[in-house]
Structures are given as structure tokens and as C-alpha cells.
């Protein structure tokens, strides 16, 4: 009796250690920024999900000066990716037929880099994932919370 435990016991965990090193079903070879919350990978669409990011033709300003929010988002992007892999954990498709997703490098959130260092923002109306990490720039004013700013889906509305 013991022995059959101890089988099925290893068998599970050989499945479920499988089951991990699998879960992330777009693994990237070719990784291509196209703003602050979209990338192309492996020659498909995906879109964060649960942030917004400023668009890149959106602008933010401190002390009167311009700033240029929507390229800095997508810069941050591409500086954090540099070379590593990019592995993407699939949540659906939008209106737009784009992948959504979670994506990380190292183990790390795009989505929660992002919104933490302030160049993101949780999209409550489709996710509360990312609330903390957004409260925490603003708390810390840090990136766009550091300017005044519109929201995206504010610029997007007047653009």
C-alpha cells in the first residue's frame, strides 16, 4: 500500500512540475514593443491585461515643460525587456481580436513594472489586479504621478 502511494505520489508531482514548465503558452523568440501596453510576439498581438498605458502620441507636462508620457512608457517597456524572454500567460482575446495577457521577464510583471513605476494604470474596469501597484507610484509620485497627466482612456476619448 505504501508503494502505491508513494507512485501516485510521484507521479502527480512529475505531472504538476510538467504542467508548470508548460503553462506559459507564448514563450518569445522575436519580441517587438509597440507602445506602453502592446507587443508583438512571435508575430502575434497581444495587449497587457488589466493596465493602460498613456498612447504615444500622448503628452503630460511638470513645471511646464512637456513631457512625451506615451514614448517614455513604451522606452521603459523596451529598456526592461532588453534581450530577455518574454513569456506570456494568454487571458483572452478584446474587442480588437488581440491577445490578452500577463507577460513577464525573469518571473517579473510587465503589467506590474509598469504601473508601478508609474507609466501604467490598474484598468479597474476590466481588472483590480493591479490597484496596489498603482497606488503605490502615487503615493511615491513617481513617473506620470509626478505630472499632470490625463488618463488614457480619457486622451483617447477627446483623440
Known amino acids: 500500500m505504501l508503494l502505491n502511494k508513494t507512485k501516485v505520489f510521484f507521479l502527480i508531482s512529475i505531472c504538476l512540475i510538467f504542467f508548470f514548465l508548460t503553462y506559459y503558452d507564448v514563450k518569445s523568440f522575436e519580441v517587438k514593443v509597440i507602445d ?6 512571435n508575430g502575434q498581438k497581444i495587449r497587457f491585461s488589466g493596465i493602460d498605458t498613456p498612447e504615444l502620441k500622448q503628452t503630460c507636462s511638470i513645471d511646464k515643460k512637456i513631457n512625451f508620457c506615451g514614448i517614455e512608457a513604451k522606452k521603459l517597456l523596451i529598456k526592461k525587456i532588453g534581450n530577455n524572454e ?3 500567460i494568454p487571458e483572452g482575446k478584446d474587442q480588437y481580436k488581440r491577445i490578452l495577457a500577463e507577460c513577464f521577464v525573469n518571473n517579473e510583471s ?30 511615491n509620485k513617481l513617473g506620470m504621478w509626478s505630472m499632470k497627466f490625463e488618463y488614457p482612456w480619457d486622451y483617447r476619448k477627446k483623440n
Open 110 to 139: 510587465l503589467s506590474s513594472f509598469l504601473v508601478k513605476q508609474g507609466y501604467g494604470f490598474a484598468y479597474r474596469k476590466y481588472s483590480k489586479k493591479f490597484i496596489k501597484d498603482e497606488e503605490y507610484a502615487k503615493i
Open 36 to 41: 506602453g501596453d502592446t507587443i508583438h510576439l
Open 86 to 88: 518574454v513569456k506570456c
